[in-house]
């Protein structure tokens, strides 16, 4: 039997999950409970005997991560409005306090919650992609250092990334995926040097590549694009 231990806050009132880094709570009127016990997994496929706890959880994180809601992002990251639906990485500091929310996919509770789930959306496990990526790490790069992003109907999803190779892990955990575009939306992330990693169904060139920010932040500056890179898995057919 496997035990997982985590350290995060679970708003059980709405569905956001926050990480442990987060200095900024959220000022709802609300009942927040920290998960702080070993969390007995008795099984991907069996959900019977969590605590009520953890059935809230299941629950929330479940509203808040699902293909309905394009998993956490239903707003396209061209629209002015868009936002990420998750974080993926290593450095949680680096999250802009405007996205302090975004469930972390490296803390152990929250994948639990979501191989619980089993909708499609998990935690990328090993092998990793590495950074610089071998010559045959299952993906084919598109472009390289554009200053625009992908923007096409077979959206699936986009969060905040530190590294193409992470983007890469991604859409391995993603069904359905089978491109990744990374970015920097430079003024569009509060100075962060994340990257945005949008996943697609469909593999992408150039000519997909037309969000170029140009879209007006709440400080007033405009947002551009920097360094979007594509790769396309290389089991699809990519023109």
Not at 84 to 96: A, K, L
Request: with cysteine.
């Amino acid at each position: 039997m496997k035990r997982k231990t985590s350290f995060l806050f679970i708003n059980l009132s709405f569905t956001k999950v926050l990480h442990p880094s987060s200095t900024t709570m959220l000022s709802f009127s609300t009942l927040l409970v920290t998960v702080a016990t070993a969390i007995t997994v008795r099984g991907a496929a069996n959900t019977a005997g969590l605590s009520s706890t953890d059935a809230q959880a299941l629950t929330n994180i479940s509203s808040q991560l699902n293909e309905s809601n394009s998993f956490g992002a239903p707003i396209v990251p061209w629209d002015n409005n868009g936002t990420p639906g998750w974080y993926y990485g290593d450095s949680p500091d680096n999250v802009p306090d405007v996205f302090s929310d975004l469930p972390w996919l490296k803390d152990s509770y929250i994948c639990w919650l979501l191989s619980l789930l089993d909708a499609g959306f998990v935690c990328p496990t090993p092998p990793f992609h590495q950074s610089p990526p071998p010559s045959t790490d299952g993906y084919s790069q598109l472009f390289y250092n554009y200053t625009g992003a992908t923007q096409s109907p077979d959206y699936m999803t986009y969060g905040l990334v530190d590294t193409v190779a992470a983007c890469k892990d991604m859409c391995d955990s993603v069904t359905g995926c089978i491109f990744v575009n990374s970015y920097h939306d430079v003024n569009g992330k509060n100075g962060s040097p994340l990257l945005t990693c949008s996943l697609f169904t469909q593999c992408h060139t150039l000519v997909d590549a037309v969000n170029r920010g140009g879209q007006t932040q709440a400080d007033g500056t405009i947002d551009f694009i920097t360094n979007s890179d594509g790769y396309c898995a290389q089991t699809c057919s990519c023109a």
